[in-house]
């Protein structure tokens, strides 16, 4: 049983640019949230979709978009980048209405910004 | 509003000591609380989670948490430290609704042989 996977593991932007970073969730979760780890630092809330649609946010500005596909999978867009993007970004996975809101996280990707 | 506080950034123990990592939480709403880890360069593995069960909670590795009300505390323990366990520990919390997690600062723990 696959976890949670997440592509690519490693990336360097240049300022300004914009990134996409993915994100499959473990088999039969249905949920899945975003999390910014900067280094030494625990990891921020940035976002959670839930049947296509953002859920719930949290202290991110609109630069940071998400999106959910049908097959759950979720994408994380941070477009005008900022050397303070450089962080790890985790990826994690739920079942809605699951016993005991256990949450999966992925390896994540790392994000330079240069 | 819920948040959480990790005493101590950085804990240092000896191979066969106890290991007692700190952590207090504050939340309006009952909550439920995890304890994480994670190994250099990788993602987090979930330890234990309390989920108003037992409020003594059994996890992975020998690690167990109590949740204590009145302290407002979920502190993490293992009775004899290992050289693997050196990584870092995030205690987090979350409300019911399957919504995000608050995550602590994180404690580094340390393994002297």
């Not at chain 1, 910014?36 to 500005?61: D, T």
């Not at chain 1, 970004?89 to 990707?109: P, Q």
């Not at chain 2, 952590?23 to 993602?43: D, T």
């Not at chain 2, 987090?44 to 505390?73: C, D, M, P, R």
């Amino acid at each position: 049983d696959a976890g949670v996977t997440q592509s690519p593991t490693h990336l360097i932007k240049t300022r300004g640019q914009q990134v996409t970073l993915r994100c499959s969730p473990k088999s039969g979760h249905d949920t899945v949230s975003w999390y910014q780890q900067a280094l030494g630092q625990g990891p921020q809330f940035i976002f959670q979709y839930y049947e296509e649609e953002e859920r719930q946010r949290g202290n991110f500005p609109d630069r940071f978009s998400g999106h959910q596909f049908p097959n759950y999978s979720s994408e994380l867009n941070v477009n005008a980048l900022l050397l303070g993007d450089s962080a790890l970004y985790l990826c994690a996975s739920s079942r809605r209405g699951g016993s005991g809101n256990t949450i999966y996280f992925g390896e994540g990707s790392w994000l330079t910004v240069v | 509003a819920q948040s959480v506080t990790q005493l101590g950034s950085h804990v240092s123990v000896s191979e066969g000591a106890l290991v007692l990592l700190r952590c207090n939480y504050s939340s309006s709403v009952p909550p439920y609380l995890f304890w994480y880890v994670q190994y250099p360069n990788q993602g987090l593995q979930l330890l234990l989670k309390y989920t108003s069960a037992a409020t003594l909670v059994k996890g992975i590795n020998g690690f167990e948490a109590e949740f204590k009300k009145s302290e407002t505390s979920f502190h993490l323990t293992k009775p004899s430290a290992h050289m693997s366990d050196a990584a870092e520990y995030f205690c987090a919390v979350s409300d019911r609704s399957g919504g995000k997690l608050i995550f602590g600062q994180g404690t580094e723990l340390s393994v002297k042989p």
